[in-house]
């Protein structure tokens, strides 16, 4: 590795389910103090509480899931629609919120919300209340990104599908036919795409390296979307 995170401080948020794993271990080997964080974040003060705890922050990962969840329109479930919400939209405005005046003060700094190309395309059919919520993240990130970047506040979103993670595409998955030919028909990659692949593009827009990137959602998925 090549220290390219020496020096820094970063949050990395639900840290153990989705891209948390990843992110933390490359961020860790590339010499950064990670603050790696597994609340689920649900309770409206807990996003403001943990910024505040967590001190000066060059970077926040703000890697936010909940297991995919279907129904047709007729048949969509308030709490299920609720959930999906509660889970990936609102910590997600809370932890910018919080974080971003502090950065501000400090002369700047890099949010990443790690999201989804679902809302990119349309999906089949059955998702929407999950694709519902991941434009949300996605269209917050182009609004709050556009609006910070005059305090030089990094805000941008990788929205990916078809990477390998226990959350949406375990291991497991490989050994159902249908979905490896839903990878050779869909996916113009025709693979899934590695959990080391994200980790590194979440460095990229993390470091100083992006720092003329704001408010952008950047597609990772194998041109997918």
Not at 114 to 128: E, F, H, I
Not at 168 to 183: A, K, T, V, W
Request: glycine share 6%.
């Amino acid at each position: 590795m090549s220290d390219r995170l020496t020096g820094q401080r970063i949050l990395v948020t639900s840290c153990t389910t989705f891209m948390g794993p990843p992110i933390t271990a490359l961020f860790q080997a590339e010499g950064a103090e990670v603050i790696a964080d597994d609340s689920e974040l649900l309770d409206p003060d807990e996003p403001a509480a943990l910024i505040s705890r967590c001190g000066e922050l060059d970077a926040i990962i703000a890697n936010l899931d909940i297991p995919a969840y279907g129904a047709k329109v007729a048949d969509i479930d308030d709490d299920e629609w609720i959930a999906g919400f509660d889970a990936m939209v609102h910590p997600l405005m809370r932890l910018v919120r919080a974080a971003a005046p502090v950065m501000s003060a400090r002369g700047g700094g890099s949010i990443v919300a790690l999201g989804s190309s679902s809302p990119l395309r349309r999906m089949k059919p059955y998702a929407t209340s999950y694709v519902a919520a991941r434009a949300a993240q996605n269209a917050f990130i182009r609004s709050a990104g556009h609006e910070l970047a005059a305090s030089n506040v990094r805000l941008n979103a990788i929205a990916q599908n078809f990477v390998r993670n226990d959350t949406y595409y375990p291991p497991s998955i490989m050994d159902n036919e249908r979905f490896r030919e839903r990878l050779r028909t869909e996916v113009p990659a025709q693979r899934l795409g590695e959990p080391d692949e994200t980790a590194e593009l979440a460095l990229f827009l993390a470091s100083a390296a992006s720092s003329f990137i704001y408010g952008q959602v950047i597609s990772n998925d194998g041109g997918w979307s």
